[in-house]
Structure formats: C-alpha cells, structure tokens
C-alpha cells in the first residue's frame, strides 16, 4: 500500500453487530492512527443513533441495509474512494476452517455462507456488508478478520463439547468470541503494566450488550465463557446465556415452540431484558432498580454470573494476578463493578472506591494481590493491524492459506 503526499493511503474497518455498524479509517502507514469513525447504534429501535467524530445525532435505520446507506453517505464525505487501499471485514464466525485473516475470495464466501448455521444472527448482515463495500470499493483488498481466531488454540479440555465426539468432526465445538477486542486488550495491557503482567494470569471481562469473559496466560486465550455461539455464556443485554438443554424440550410442548421460536426467545428477548421486563440497557436499568425490583432482579443475576466466572476462570488458571474490564459496562459503570468484586478478596481482589468511581486506570486498591484495570477496546485499531500486517506478508511473498 503505497502512500504519497497527495494520494495517503487509508484501510476502512467495518464492524457489525447485531444492532449496530462502525466504519473507522485509518492511516495506511500506522494503524494505531484513527482518523475518523462512525457508528450507527440500535438499528431497528426508534432510538437510532448516528455518532461521528464530532457528534451523534437520531437517525432512521429500520435495518442493517439502512444504516449503511447512511454510513456510505458519512464516508463519501469523509474520504475519496481511491484513498482507501484497504478494508479489513469483521467476521465474527470463522468456523473449524478460518482462523487467521484472510483475503475475502469467492471461497471464502462459499465458505461463509455454509458456516451460516454457526452464527445465523450476524452472517447474513456481515455478507450483506461485504458484497455492498465490494462494489463500492473494487480496486481495495477486502480482508476478513475472525472474531474467533484469539480463541483458536484452546485447550482440548476447554474446547471440546461434551456430547457424542462425531460431531466435532463438523466443526462442533468452543470456539469464544469478542476475540479482537481480547487481543487489543492482551496488547494494551503489555503496553501499559510491561511483559511480565501480560504473560501472567490474566481474566478480561468483556462486558458490553454482548458480554463474555476469558482467561489467558502467557497472552493467550485458554478458557472463556462463550462457547459455538454468541449466545452462550453469562446473560447479557437480551441474550440468554447459558440453559439447561431441557427448557428447549419444554418450551416445545408446554409453548408449541420451535427451534425459531426458541431461537428468538434466547437471543433478543432474555438475558437483563426478559428478566427485567423493561430493557435490556444496564444504565436504564440502574436508574431505575430502586423502584423496580425487576430490574433489581436483572442487574443482581448478571453481576452474580460474571463473578461465578471470575472464580472459576481463576481456577482454570491455577490462580490470578490480573483482571481487566471493558466493553460499555465495563469501562463506564462503576457499581456494576463493585458488585462484581464484592466477596472476592478471597481471590486477592480489593477494589479502591475512589479509583473505581472515578473509572480509573487502576482500580484495584494499594495491596491488592490482584491488580484491577479498566481498559477501553478498540476492535477497529486491531481490525486495521491485522489488514495491514496480512497485506504487507503478502506484498513480501506470503502465500494463501486458511489458518
């Protein structure tokens, strides 16, 4: 990617969820350098909302293909198309096959569209994207970058399901998600606390409307909460997390449900939404749990989820030396925090009060054995590292392959 004076040089990353879009640019040359974003939030809702560098206003996106009508009309004013070299994809399922980025090839969409099983909430709209970006932006590389990979090589003792072992043959498995945001953090954290507090025992709670934790050592991944899909794991926003297999059976012959309707039921209309009956924002709800025992309710079930798993990932390490949050609620809700942490100094952890209202760096107190950090992600800086590093290997004589 050559860039010139008149001509820089910029890489696109485009990042889709299930109620949102982000597009950031950057500079070719250095993919920490950001120099503008866009992010539409809750496509669908009434509350539709467009925030860019500067600022956020409503908007009207009844759906994915509508928000990006309206984020390709920010980055026809922001940067000519000939400026962008580049545009890394996230992917948040690469299935058994892709687990490091990857130039977007006509295989590889094949491949996409038949993992559509494994993730039939974001594919289609990450496809969707692709093939819209594509036609706008022909002469750049699309590269795809997996939410999947940081997770790739857990342990087989984390990684296999327990159910009749044929089935991991088709691709049957843990695989963990939010994969480029732990990355981001394994890497800040190096940055800020130095080499021997990122290979130490590390648990990141990753806690956004989408919520997971995981455990790493030595920087990489051997453990986390979510397992084939963004639905398992701890209850989030309107996502159910882990059930007992048996209420799929129940809700069957007591509710006539089928697997759509069950489907649903666990991925929009659970987790702190179906418990609260009201919605499924943590900050809402925190405004209102003094009156509502509901909410109360919801926000009490998720913070005691993340704990359970804090002990148990503590386990899983043999010990811990260092938690990390971040996400939305973790970077900005200090009582949820505090809830979290409150009766685990049998683990080391003592939260500063001050520090911790504050949303400090550090939070943890002076003489915890165990060291709290509030660090803000960036999936979009890693998504642009990846696409840079991935074209640049393959400028210097790198050759195709899937892992």
Not at 12 to 20: I, P
Not at 32 to 57: C, N, P, R, V, Y
Not at 60 to 85: C, F, G, N, Y
Not at 372 to 384: F, K, L, N, Q, Y
């Amino acid at each position: 990617m050559e860039t010139t004076k008149s001509h820089p040089a910029q890489v696109l990353t485009v990042n889709a969820g299930s109620s949102s879009i982000k597009l950031a640019l950057f500079a070719a040359d250095n993919p920490t350098d950001k120099l503008s974003e866009a992010t539409i939030d809750h496509i669908g809702q009434s509350s539709a909302s467009l925030t860019t560098d500067s600022q956020t206003k409503s908007v009207v996106a009844s759906d994915h293909k509508a928000a990006t009508r309206i984020l390709l009309e920010w980055l026809a004013m922001r940067s000519p198309t000939s400026h962008i070299a580049a545009v890394g994809h996230r992917i948040v399922h690469g299935g058994p096959a892709y687990y490091k980025p990857h130039l977007i090839t006509h295989k590889l969409l094949a491949d996409l569209h038949a993992f559509m099983a494994f993730d039939p909430e974001h594919m289609p709209i990450e496809l969707y994207l692709i093939e819209t970006i594509q036609k706008l932006l022909p002469a750049a590389q699309h590269i795809a970058c997996f939410d999947t990979a940081f997770h790739h090589a857990l342990p087989a003792r984390a990684q296999l399901l327990p159910i009749p072992r044929r089935f991991a043959a088709e691709g049957v498995r843990r695989y963990g998600f939010h994969g480029l945001s732990y990355a981001f953090i394994a890497e800040e954290l190096r940055r800020v606390e130095g080499d021997e507090a990122a290979r130490g025992k590390v648990v990141i709670a990753h806690l956004g409307s989408g919520a997971s934790l995981a455990a790493l050592r030595n920087g990489a991944s051997i453990d986390t909460t979510m397992s084939m899909t963004p639905t398992s794991g701890i209850p989030m926003s309107t996502r159910s997390g882990d059930l007992d297999p048996g209420l799929a059976l129940y809700m069957a012959r007591t509710h006539s449900f089928d697997v759509d309707a069950f489907t649903h039921m666990t991925t929009f209309a659970s987790g702190l939404l179906g418990i609260s009956e009201t919605t499924g924002d943590m900050k809402q709800l925190l405004e209102i749990e003094a009156a509502d025992e509901r909410a109360k309710e919801a926000i009490d079930v998720f913070c005691y989820h993340v704990k359970k798993q804090i002990g148990a990932l503590a386990a899983a390490l043999g010990g811990l030396d260092t938690v990390v949050f971040t996400g939305g609620m973790g970077e900005q809700a200090p009582k949820i925090r505090e809830r979290i942490c409150t009766d685990l100094t049998f683990l080391g952890i003592t939260l500063d009060a001050s520090r911790n209202q504050q949303n400090a760096r550090l939070i943890s107190a002076d003489g915890s054995n165990v060291g709290v950090h509030v660090i803000h992600t960036d999936e979009a800086v890693t998504i642009a590292r990846e696409t840079i590093k991935y074209i640049m290997s393959r400028t210097r004589g790198g050759h195709e392959s899937n892992s």
